[in-house]
């Protein structure tokens, strides 16, 4: 009994199909490999924030971007005073599903004084007046402030120009530097503690984002299967149906 040789239709069928599970379970395993990050980022975090709390003078003037990123989510208790002259509200944050403003105010560290941005809090937005701004109290006179080093604060979709004011949209760091005439590190402290000087503190935790790459996972290791499944069934389970 002889085999029959495969048509061009066949090769050309057997050919994408092994393509198409080659790339889809290429790519499951890619979103495998970012969850397997993300998990690490995270351990590496909850690591950092077990630490012994950082002082003022643990930062330094001149710190490279390696430096940065071994601060950040470090524990930090700062003694200094507040530059409430330079305060911006950032519009559009929300806290506990309200919209409002994140309140950020330059602190000068008393140990060293270098600036450090500080995001202190959020305070409601007055819908009847957009322009208004929220009630905060800034005390005079040397303060201390605890809080968890974190990342310069993050950025809303906007329509680019340069932003100046008490309200913005985004604080651009350059830009600030510029205005303000100050040099910030790439970073800032995220304040903890009760609500106090119109503010609330429950800031919203970062999810890892592990649960999205292992869905994606599932659903190309799912493809891939399913063209392995349709490739054997109309390819050898009907084609031996017909013979």
Request: glycine fraction near 10%; proline fraction near 5%; charge should be positive.
């Amino acid at each position: 009994m002889s085999l029959s040789r495969p048509s061009l239709q066949g090769i050309l069928i057997f050919a994408a199909a092994a393509l198409g599970m080659a790339v889809t379970f290429s790519l499951g395993l890619w979103q495998v490999g970012r969850g397997a990050e993300k998990l690490a980022l995270q351990a590496a975090k909850t690591e950092r924030m077990t630490k012994p709390v950082l002082e003022g003078r643990s930062l330094q003037t001149a710190m490279s971007a390696a430096d940065i990123q071994g601060l950040l989510y470090r524990a930090m208790a700062l003694q200094g005073q507040w530059l409430p002259q330079h305060t911006v509200y950032l519009e559009n944050r929300q806290m506990n599903g309200r919209a409002g403003f994140y309140v950020v105010t330059p602190m000068r560290m008393e140990a060293t004084g270098q600036v450090l941005l500080v995001q202190r809090g959020w305070a409601p937005r007055a819908f009847n007046d957009r322009m208004a701004l929220p009630p905060v109290d800034t005390p005079e006179g040397l303060v201390e402030v605890m809080g968890t080093l974190a990342p310069w604060p993050s950025r809303l979709y906007d329509f680019g120009g340069v932003e100046d004011g008490a309200i913005r949209q985004n604080l651009d760091l350059d830009a600030f530097q510029h205005q303000t005439g100050l040099t910030f590190a790439n970073l800032s402290l995220m304040q903890a503690g009760s609500p106090s000087e119109g503010l609330l503190r429950e800031w919203p935790q970062v999810a890892s984002g592990v649960e999205k790459h292992q869905g994606y996972a599932f659903q190309w290791f799912g493809l891939c299967a399913l063209i392995a499944l349709l490739y054997v069934w109309f390819q050898i389970v009907q084609a031996r149906r017909k013979k």
